[in-house]
């Protein structure tokens, strides 16, 4: 067989499986557009009409402030997605990721479980206006939907080391992460100390 007439059913065979890669199932995107459509809105309503007083109130010493979640959630936000998208620039993988979609759902639901933000994504008091933080957040976050909404590469196949989670699941933590964190501004407001204004 000639050198060229290999390389040409080569080239075939490989936009033929890349044109074939598995997209996203109907109730996958389904799913994970519902997420975040939800969490987009809800960080929203919760810190909407709060005072100075009441983002800035800290329940605990060392605890974070709501202002100090937002601003948590900005820093945090495009790491992920960035963390993401190289993801999808790796050669797709044969990894099982290490959790499941549930757990990752469950991450955004279950609180008894605290974890320390990794230096990088700590709040360092840099977000001084909420009406800032909150463009931010919305921007990335349409961007990620919008993305949810319409992308055909195969979420599945490639892994995001991080967490040792496929790309759907990264994606679908970024939203359950936004919900860990409105719940963390829920408990911050249900404290008996919180500024009543």
């Given amino acids: 067989m000639k050198p060229v007439l290999v390389v040409a059913m080569l080239m075939f065979a490989l936009s033929t499986d890349s044109a074939q890669a598995a997209s996203l199932t109907p109730l996958e995107r389904q799913r994970l557009v519902a997420h ?14 709060l005072s100075p007083a009441q983002l800035q109130f800290r329940p605990a010493p060392g605890a974070w402030s709501i202002m100090e979640v937002v601003e948590h959630l900005t820093v945090a936000g495009p790491i992920y997605w960035r963390q993401l998208r190289e993801a999808m620039k790796t050669a797709p993988s044969g990894q099982k990721p290490l959790a499941t979609d549930a757990d990752t759902l469950w991450y955004g639901i279950d609180r008894t479980q605290r974890q320390k933000a990794v230096a990088a994504e700590e709040p360092k008091g840099q977000l001084r206006d ?31 080391e991080r967490e040792g989670s496929d790309a759907y ?29």
């Avoid at 009406?131 to 990620?144: D, I, N, Q, W």
């Fill in 36 to 49: 975040l459509e939800m969490t987009g809105g809800w960080l929203v309503d919760e810190v909407s009409g």
């Fill in 130 to 160: 909420l009406r800032t933080g909150l463009e931010a957040f919305r921007k990335l976050h349409a961007e990620m939907l919008e993305y949810a909404r319409t992308t055909g590469e195969d979420l599945r196949s490639h892994v995001v």
């Fill in 169 to 197: 699941q990264w994606l679908l933590l970024i939203s359950t992460h936004e919900q860990r964190h409105v719940l963390q501004i829920r408990e911050i407001k249900a404290n008996p100390k919180f500024p009543k204004k």
